[in-house]
């Protein structure tokens, strides 16, 4: 495991229909970030996990949205009922601590709404 | 609430120039300043991490600044190749908080 993996790296929803985002950290990273990247805008932080514990869901719209990261298996971001807006770049990003090291980043999912 | 502002939003410069992208951030009280590199369709790249007891930090023909007192960083990029035409991000981590906070970006064309 050399980086940051997500899966997949494109998914296309219909409107109504769920979304499930998968992140699996580097190995030995215990800390997940989710970040949403709209078109034309910026990164925004949705959510930080650690293993089997939601940390900081600030980001997070109070609807539709959940995260979890469970003892076993990658990071889950799941939206429910999806709607255009919700078409982004998601990415996630792990590492060992919080804030003196540094995060790495997945390739991120494209997810698209028809 | 932290705000990072990025500055020029975009940068088209010949082959060989040095260049300098800059960014400043509204709360002092960070962690560190990370600057990554996003190429299109494609994920970020770490660069350079500066923690805030530093002042700057250098790899290869890349060198970042920190001046954490006055909100601002730099990122020096010398002798620019095509290679390097990339969106250049510039991010926080603030001490209050467990999150990264992201400037919008300076997209950087370097022409040969």
């Known amino acids: 495991n050399a980086g940051v993996m997500q899966n997949p790296r494109h998914l296309v929803r219909r409107r109504g229909q769920e979304a499930r985002l998968r992140c699996s950290p580097m190995k030995g990273h215990s800390h997940v970030y989710w970040y949403r990247q709209l078109p034309e805008e910026g990164l925004k932080f949705m959510v930080y996990l650690q293993k089997e514990n939601i940390i900081d869901e600030s980001g997070m719209p109070k609807e539709r949205f959940s995260a979890e990261f469970p003892k076993e298996g990658p990071s889950i971001l799941r939206i429910q009922q999806v709607v255009r807006g919700d078409s982004a770049a998601y990415f996630c990003?792990?590492?060992?601590?919080?804030?003196?090291?540094?995060?790495?980043f997945g390739d991120g999912t494209r997810l698209s709404i028809l | 609430k932290q705000e990072v502002t990025q500055i020029p939003a975009a940068l088209s410069v010949p082959e060989g120039e040095n260049l300098v992208l800059n960014c400043s951030f509204t709360?002092?009280?960070?962690?560190?300043l990370q600057w990554f590199r996003q190429d299109p369709g494609k994920g970020l790249t770490s660069l350079l991490l500066?923690?805030?007891?530093?002042r700057e930090q250098t790899s290869g023909r890349l060198n970042a600044s920190l001046d954490k007192s006055s909100g601002r960083s730099t990122l020096y990029i010398a002798a620019s190749q095509p290679g390097d035409s990339a969106t250049y991000l510039c991010?926080?981590?603030?001490?209050?908080?467990?999150?990264?906070?992201f400037g919008e970006g300076t997209q950087l064309t370097v022409n040969p």
């Open positions: 500066i923690q805030s007891s530093q």
């Open positions: 709360d002092s009280a960070i962690y560190n």
């Open positions: 991010a926080v981590f603030e001490t209050s908080g467990s999150r990264l906070t």
């Open positions: 990003a792990s590492s060992p601590g919080t804030g003196v090291q540094p995060q790495h």
